[in-house]
């Protein structure tokens, strides 16, 4: 049986974007939270075949073609790489993580990337699709975002959840007592009707 996380997951993977700005910050999600990056190289790693699918379909939108397959031995994971020296760095320019004064990867979210809520939502999906975990709404919204880069702050991260124009009810952060992640909590006629909480994990010496 498929978990309620997995099963978000494949319905995400149906959905595409409308706008060239939005592929690009759903891509810049997956790479951030799913992917082994450098000037020559992207390795995408991923559990869910869904997923894969769905990279690879955004990577082509953005012109670039990666290599498929089976990652280990027997593990039900799959990867999808790209190696090129010339296409990656300006890929990696368009999703605003080169720095242009120095040339160097940042592994960081670049405001104007996410300016627009559009784009703020499609990195979110790609943050998720890539490095996120959901448990099953009755027990509340809680969400868990996994990331590999320690220059990756979780206030980067976590100001993508400015859901205040998007949400039907005034939503009120709250930071939780571990520090690294905020409870958001709906109001309604002074009671709480409902709350999901969104924590953020960076892997000390994580890789893939």
């Known amino acids: 049986m498929k978990s309620f996380s997995r099963l978000t997951k494949g319905e995400l993977c149906k959905t595409e974007n409308t706008k060239a700005c939005c592929d690009r910050a759903e891509h810049a999600g997956m790479l951030l939270f799913g992917a082994a990056v450098n000037r020559s190289a992207v390795r995408f790693v991923t559990e869910n075949q869904d997923v894969l699918s769905a990279y690879a379909a955004l990577s082509r939108r953005l012109g670039m073609e990666p290599a498929v397959y089976r990652n280990g031995d027997g593990a039900a994971r799959y990867a999808a790489e790209i190696q090129d020296a010339v296409m990656i760095p300006r890929l990696l320019n368009e999703l605003k993580l080169i720095d242009p004064s120095t040339g160097v990867i940042r592994y960081r979210i670049d405001p104007a990337l996410v300016r627009e809520d559009c784009c703020r939502r499609a990195f979110i999906k790609g943050a998720f699709l890539s490095g996120g975990t959901v448990i099953d709404p009755r027990k509340n919204y809680n969400l868990e975002l996994v990331t590999p880069y320690l220059g990756l702050s979780r206030e980067d991260a976590l100001g993508c959840f ?19 992640g905020v409870l958001y909590e709906a109001m309604i006629d002074g009671s709480i009707t409902t709350s999901f909480s969104v924590r953020m994990v960076t892997l000390s010496g994580g890789s893939f």
């Not at 949400?167 to 520090?179: C, F, I, M, N």
């Open 162 to 180: 400015d859901m205040a124009k998007s949400y039907p009810a005034p939503l009120t952060p709250k930071a939780l007592e571990s520090g690294d």
